[in-house]
């Protein structure tokens, strides 16, 4: 059984940064793309980082470009996503996700096999 855990949300004024983890447990994603998507009260989930199996491709859209960067270790099973400058249209729940006949990351949710809980990010004005 696979295991996504995101952790690191929390309150945080305009332009200021978190960090978000999220570990994967159950079985190996080493070789696998992951996600980080958000989504908004009364919004469709919305991809905000994608990177390959090995980290050496990374993939955003315009909206977290310059402020977001996704990373990963794969020996600790985990891929983070620093985000800086944030604002408060930031303000979502973040999903980290695991696509398992991938290697390279896809934006869309339906690319994805497995999603963690969600952790809230609040952005204050």
């Known amino acids: 059984q696979v295991q996504l855990v995101e952790s690191g949300g929390g309150l945080v004024q305009a332009g200021g940064s978190l960090r978000l983890s999220c570990a994967a447990s159950g079985r190996t994603f080493s070789s696998y793309a992951m996600g980080w998507f958000r989504q908004a009260p009364g919004k469709e989930r919305e991809f905000v980082a994608g990177?390959?199996?090995?980290?050496?491709?990374?993939y955003y859209p315009d909206s977290v470009k310059g402020r977001f960067t996704i990373s990963r270790d794969n020996a600790k099973n985990t891929v983070y996503l620093q985000m800086s400058s944030l604002k408060p249209e930031d303000t979502a729940v973040y999903y980290c996700?695991?696509?398992?006949?991938?290697?390279?990351?896809?934006?869309?949710?339906?690319?994805?096999?497995?999603w963690g809980q969600g952790t809230q990010v609040t952005v204050s004005s």
């Open positions: 990177i390959s199996w090995n980290g050496r491709s990374t």
């Open positions: 996700a695991v696509d398992y006949n991938n290697s390279s990351p896809r934006s869309r949710p339906d690319d994805y096999d497995y």
